[in-house]
């Protein structure tokens, strides 16, 4: 590329819309899927409902959600269409109810008590089992949130047996790193957690790995559902 083919393609990409980018991510899934079937999920954290619609009308249908006061706003604007919402943030025992009663999927579940409440939660509600994949802490340093990979198999062993959830699969949230053998490497450990507990009869059929950052090398290595904040909305400004 000359210098000012590079300069062009740098502003474009700037000024590229959220369509441009959803088909764009669309496309990378569609190449490097491999056949699989790959849930786009567009996280809208920190994104006004007009983003969101504008993801929509691209042929997004599945955002994430890391906030409830935040995601109930925009369940609310954009209520009226059928959209997954999958909630990717830390789970508090305190909006545990409102978690399951207005989500589809969590992704981060790390707490037995906390899987607890929500299965309650959500047969109270009176609706069908709330989607879940458990987080995993692959990096093994105790301050980053997942379960260890010790203690994995305990709680997916009562997770499975919840009557308000259904156990999907794994979930992982790495460090960021530029190098791709090690984000491949990484995600490769988490394909191999859910292996292992499909030999040992869980039935596992998730891997939700890949951010902006790294969902390439996640798709790579087996990925299901890949989480795509930045690289369809841009920055975010407020979180
Ligand atoms: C914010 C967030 C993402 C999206 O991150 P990007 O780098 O913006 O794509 C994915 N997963 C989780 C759990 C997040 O909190």
New binding site residues.
Partial sequence: MCQWDMINHLAGCLFMSIAERVLQVQQQIRDRAQGRSVTLVA?S?GQKPSALNAAYDAGVRAF?E?YVQEALLKLAALGHLPIEWHF??PLQGNKTGAIARHFSWV??LERERIARRLSESRLEAGLAPLQVCVQVNLSQEPSKSGVALQALEALVHEVALLPGLRLRGL?T?PEPTSSTALQRQRFAALRQEQERLIRLGYDLDTLSMG???D?IAALAEGSTIV?????IFGE?NN?
Avoid: F, Q
Wanted: charged content about 15%; proline content about 0%; overall charge positive.
């Fill in positions: 996280v954290k994430g890391s990717i943030g992704h981060g979930m949230l951010m902006s950052g969902y989480r795509i904040g930045t690289a975010r979180t």
